[in-house]
């Protein structure tokens, strides 16, 4: 499992964790599409968004590894903003690769991504 050195642990001053330290011995973790309401927390839209910013400054447009990444805060994003980048696509595999979808996250988190076309 690789680890995206630089890249932010959790959301500063909460528990909303946003990378793990080791991989899970009992197996990994599936990426899942999941749902989100209008009635959300504002704390919860906060991490989100302090994740696509991380991300995206991270990673770009380019395609990137699943790796350390959290798979239940990277739930939040999949099948919108961020899709898989290979097929066939392991929903269940550290080496998994990803990649941002610009044009699905500019509607998501405009203020982020303002300026890039």
Known sequence: MIKHR?????????????????????????????????????ADRRADAAFFEALWQHFGDQPF???NL?????????????????????????????VIDVDTARQSFADILDGVR
Not at 75 to 91: C, Q
Request: aromatic share 12%; no cysteine; hydrophobic share 30%.
């Open 6 to 42: 630089g890249f932010p642990g959790r959301l500063a001053g909460t528990d909303y964790q946003f990378t793990i330290r080791r991989a899970n011995p009992k197996g990994v973790t599936p990426l899942t599409r999941r749902k989100r309401f209008r009635d959300r927390k504002p």
């Open 70 to 98: 959290d798979a239940g805060r990277l739930s939040w994003l999949f099948g919108r903003e961020v899709v898989a980048a290979e097929d066939p696509f392991d929903p269940s595999s550290y080496e998994a690769l990803l």
């Open 65 to 67: 590894e699943r790796g």
